[in-house]
Each structure stands twice: as C-alpha cells, then as structure tokens.
C-alpha cells in the first residue's frame, strides 16, 4: 500500500478537483460539479495557511467556500479523508484518473467508456479500442478511436517526464534544504534543470563538501522525499512524493567546478569539453584535470570556478542554457555569443486574460498584481467570441472592454501611477484563416494576438496557409501559442514552422513565447532563426490569474535557450517605447 498522502494545500486542491470529475462521470448537477472546481481553485490560491485554517475550522467568510465545503475541508484536513470522496472513488476503479488524464476524453466520453465497456483503466481501453468495441459505440466514429489509441501511445512515450513547471518548486525547496546543512558548502541543482529545459527526467543536485555522509544523510530525510532508492558514499537516488527521482552528488570543495560543468551537461556539450581539452593534452571528468598518457609534462591549470574552464580553452563562458552543443562552441571562440536577455528587463506583457472571458481575476486585480511585480504595462488579450467555452468576447463586450480599460488608466493617471493596461484580444484564427472580428474592430485595439483554439487537425499545408492568412492581416500584431502543444499531453499540430517564421518576417508579425509552462510555445529550438530573420519574441504569461504572471520566468528561460537577447524581445520596450512601436 502506498502511504497517506501528505495533507499539504494541493491535496486538498487536488481531492477536491478529483471528485469534481468523479461527480461529472456519475452525472451529478453541474452546479455542485462546479462549486467544487471552483473550491479548487479558492484553495490554491488563498494567501493564508488554508491547510491551518481548515483544520481549525476557520474557512467561514472566504468568498467561493460554502458551509457545505468548510466542513468537507475540515474533515479532509483533519483526518486526511473525505467521507464523500471516498464513497464515490471506490465506485471507480484506480485508473479511472489515468483516462481523465487523456488528451481528448473528458469526463463525458470516459462515462460512456465505462458504463458501456466496464473500461476502467488504460490496458483496458487500449484493447476495447483495438478490437473494435469502442468504434461501434455512440459518439466514437473511427477518427476518435485513432485519437484515443494516440493519445495512449504519446503518454506511453513521455512517461516518467516531468514539466519544468511542476518541479520548480520541489526543486528550489530541496535546494534550499540542502543549504541550511552546515557541513554542505556550494549547492546547486544541475543538469536538465539547471539548463532550463521545458521538461525533464530528473533532478540532479550537487554540493560540495568534507563530509558527504553527514550531507547525504540530511538529504534523505527532507520532507518531499517519499523513498530512499540508493545510498552510497558520496551518491544517492530518492524518489520524491510526485514521483520524480532526485540525485544527489557531494565533492570535494576543489572537484565542484568539474563536477558542476559535468552534470549540468548536456551529454553533447561535455563531449565537445573533453575533447577540446584533449586537444591541449588533458583529460577532463567530473573530478579535475588530469595530463593524458604521453602529455604527463603538459600544465594543469588551477580552476576554481567553472568558468574558469572555458576561459582556459579560450572560449567565452557559455551560459548553462546554451549547453546543447548547437553552435555555443564556434560562438564562444569567435566572441559572438548572445547577451542574453534576463527576467529583469521585461518591462511588460500582452497576452493575459481577465473574467471577462476564462480568467479567474479583474483588470483590476491583474493590473495591480502587475504593477506589484514592478511591470510598466499590462497588455489584456481575451479570448474572442468563436471560444464560446472561454467565454470569449462578441464585439460589444470588447467595446466596452476597451472603455473600462480606458476609465482605469484615468484612475492610474489621476493617482499618479505610470502603470498602463493595454487594450488587446486574443482573437481566434477561424479554420479559413479569417479572424474572429472585423477589421474596424481590430482598429480600435492597442494590439492583436492570434491564435488557433479549434480545428486542430487540419494538415500541414492547410494549417501553415491558415496561420499565414492571420499573420498578413495588418492588423495581428502577433501570434499566440504557435503550434498549440500542450507538454507531455498533447502533440503540436501539423504545421510547417520554418515557412511561419518567414511569414513573420515578411509582414513584421511578432511571435509570442508563450510562457505558460504547459505550452512553452514557440518551441525554443526555432528561436534563433527567427531571430537571424528579424522576427520579434514577446514573452507572455497567458496569466488566466493573478499568480500566473509569474509564469514570465519560465518564458525567460526559453527565450535565453532560444539564444534571445534584450533587443529580440518586444516587451522589454517601455511604456513610452510600446507605445510609439503599436503606433508606427
Ligand atoms: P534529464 O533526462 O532531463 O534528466 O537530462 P539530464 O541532462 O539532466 O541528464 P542526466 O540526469 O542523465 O545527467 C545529468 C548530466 O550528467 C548530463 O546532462 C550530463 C552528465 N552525464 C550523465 N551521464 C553521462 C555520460 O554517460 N556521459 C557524459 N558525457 N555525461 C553524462
Ligand atoms: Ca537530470
Ligand atoms: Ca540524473
Ligand atoms: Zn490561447
């Protein structure tokens, strides 16, 4: 048996989100259905100890928790059961939560799966869908069983993957736990992560220190460590609570610099390393320097920092996130690496969404969280009337958007604030290429984002004329979410990028970076041609709620992998500066 989950803010959240979608497979009243999602969310996002005050019985007076779910909350903080939850979850079987987890089979769908077939897991449906008992079902023509079958593969093929988004927190805490040990000198957390890729296998932490064991010791016993896989002298492998594995290395304080540039990799770009260093005679591992056999006279340089490393090779520092052996080397020796750009030069953002359409907080509860986290500008883009699920705008709701976006900067303005909201939409490309709104309308915004949210099958060659149609409307300033990949759940559609990018180009059509961590899209391998091709990046949170702007730091990170700097990202302009870019 595997133990109780700890009674932490997400299991609650998360409890409460799962019997949402168990009450939607047993068909109960939408409205309670979405009381409960809603609580979800009120959960994880309250700033005080939600878990505390649930277990004091103290959640009366916040706004989207009724009597009803006080007392659920409670129980569940207190006992780490929900009387309620546990009586439907045991009318399903345990994988019924993986076929949620499929991309394109809502709780609708898996309802009729199970009802009709008693298909309960992923083996399961696997095999109704081969032996031809899903096809003939209601509503699953041929089309949706090759989906689902996809679907089943591509999570088979990503399995054991983990988005950068949802281990950044568990990283920085074991971290900074590691820190607190007083015999742990340098800590740091390597590899896969340290090079900002957008998911990743596993975490991998280094320190440096004259007592390993101690360190190693320490390591094992932090709270999200569920499993002590393998202990050894200076290693170890835990498993931590969601599943992720995390490896600890501890060196001594002289071997860190080789060790850190060892295991951040990647593997192609420690190949190239080892090889140039046995160019000057020495070989290079995760310990130090040493002269090859038949070189024992050559110097061995004392390092002390890992930059010291390419400084003897005569190569620039190479900045962890260009480490994937695609050009860093030539650049480093020629001088011409990128300064990339950092988090502290955005000055302002444009794709955000407000409860106008699907956001969960008001302009002004967005703007103020913007000008909190020092930003200049807040540009809303919500969706448009064809993303009728998100609630988008028709024309007259976007007019009186703007006007009201208008009346708050005139309240800025009055207070003294330099802080702006812009007015935008994300306005949907339609499967022909046309937008969602007229022309007058596009007018009367500050900017334009498109993006595709229906019709996602097209092929290639219909889906890049779609998008090239949007990006030669003078009026689309950008496009959104360029490929609609959802990491490790759904596919980017087909669609010929690299023709795109030159489409961009041609009209002067920015690309978004989309930073939601789920999206990370315009991937950030294409990055670095459409910036030799003149085409600008605008970074955006796609921020549905207050927290979600600080998803900006995720876009960051791509934008640096994609070889950005400040001058290739529009929203490092000012205020002033946008302004006058929007007008030109
Ligand atoms: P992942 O799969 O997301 O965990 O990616 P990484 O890059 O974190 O890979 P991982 O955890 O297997 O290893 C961390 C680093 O250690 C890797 O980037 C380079 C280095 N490394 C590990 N094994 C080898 C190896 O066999 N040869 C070389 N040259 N480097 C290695
Ligand atoms: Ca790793
Ligand atoms: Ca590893
Ligand atoms: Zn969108």
């Not at 869908?129 to 090759?146: A, I, N, T, Y």
């Not at 569920?226 to 060196?251: F, P």
């Not at 330099?418 to 994300?426: I, M, T, Y």
């Amino acid at each position: 048996m595997p133990s109780d989950p700890p009674i932490t803010r997400d299991f609650l959240a998360d409890t409460l989100d799962r019997l949402a979608m168990l009450l939607e497979l047993k068909g109960e009243n939408a409205f309670k259905i979405r009381a409960y999602k809603n609580g979800a969310d009120v959960v994880r996002e309250f700033s005080g100890d939600i878990v505390e005050r649930a277990r004091a019985g103290d959640l009366s007076g916040i706004k989207g928790i009724g009597s009803a779910l006080q007392e659920k909350l409670q129980a569940l903080a207190t006992t780490g059961k929900m009387p309620l939850y546990e009586k439907v979850r045991a009318e399903f079987p345990d994988g019924i939560f993986d076929l949620l987890g499929l991309s394109g089979l809502g709780p609708k769908k898996v309802k009729v799966l199970y009802e009709a077939l008693e298909v309960g897991d992923l083996p399961s449906l696997k095999k109704a869908c081969e032996s031809g008992k899903v096809g003939d079902l209601p509503g699953f023509g041929k089309k949706s069983v090759e989906k689902i079958l996809e679907s089943i593969e591509f999570q088979a093929s990503h399995a054991e993957r983990f988005r950068l988004g949802d281990v950044v927190a568990v990283a920085r805490e074991l971290r900074d736990f590691l820190r607190l040990h007083p015999e742990a000198n340098q800590v740091e957390i390597a590899g896969s992560y340290r090079r900002g890729k957008e998911t990743l296998h596993d975490l991998d932490f280094l320190v440096s220190s004259g007592d390993p064991e101690s360190v190693i010791e320490h390591f094992t016993k932090a709270e999200p460590v569920e499993k002590v896989e393998l202990r050894g002298d200076t290693k170890a492998s835990v498993r931590l609570g969601n599943g992720l594995q995390a490896d600890l290395r501890v060196v001594e304080n002289a071997a860190f610099p080789f060790a850190l540039s060892y295991f951040t990799g990647s593997k192609a770009h420690n190949v190239e390393m080892r090889g140039r260093m046995r160019d000057r005679g020495l070989s290079l591992n995760e310990y130090g320097l040493t002269p090859i056999e038949g070189k024992e006279g050559v110097d061995v340089p004392k390092i002390e920092e890992e930059r010291g490393l390419y400084e003897f090779l005569g190569l620039d520092y190479v900045e962890p996130e260009l480490r994937e052996n695609t050009g860093e080397f030539e650049a480093a020796a020629d001088g011409t690496l990128p300064r990339l750009i950092e988090l502290e030069n955005l000055r302002g953002t444009f794709h955000n969404h407000t409860t106008a359409s699907d956001g969960r907080n008001s302009l002004e509860e967005m703007g103020a969280a913007a000008i909190e986290l020092g930003l200049e500008y807040l540009g809303i883009a919500d969706h448009s009337k064809s993303s009728f699920q998100a609630n988008g705008l028709d024309e007259e709701r976007l007019v009186a958007q703007v006007a009201e976006i208008e009346k708050i900067n005139q309240n800025y303005e009055a207070d003294g604030e330099k802080f702006r909201l812009l007015s935008g939409s994300e306005v949907d490309i339609l499967k022909d290429g046309s937008l969602d709104f007229d022309d007058s309308i596009l007018a009367q915004l500050d900017y334009v984002v498109a993006s595709v949210h229906n019709a996602m099958t097209l092929d290639e060659a219909a889906m890049t004329k779609r998008l090239v149609k949007a990006i030669e409307n003078e009026h689309v300033t950008m496009l959104g979410h360029l490929t609609g990949r959802l990491l490790l759940k759904r596919e980017a559609y087909a669609v010929n990028v690299g023709k795109i990018i030159d489409a961009c180009a041609a009209n002067g059509t920015v690309i978004e970076l989309n930073a939601n961590p789920w999206r990370l899209d315009m991937d950030w391998r294409w990055w670095k041609t459409a910036r030799d091709k003149g085409v600008l990046c605008a970074i955006n949170p796609d921020a549905h709620r207050v927290q979600q702007l600080e998803y900006l730091w995720f876009g960051v990170k791509q934008a640096r992998k994609g070889w950005l700097r400040r001058e290739d990202v529009l929203n490092t302009k000012s205020l002033e500066e946008i302004r006058g870019w929007l007008d030109r």
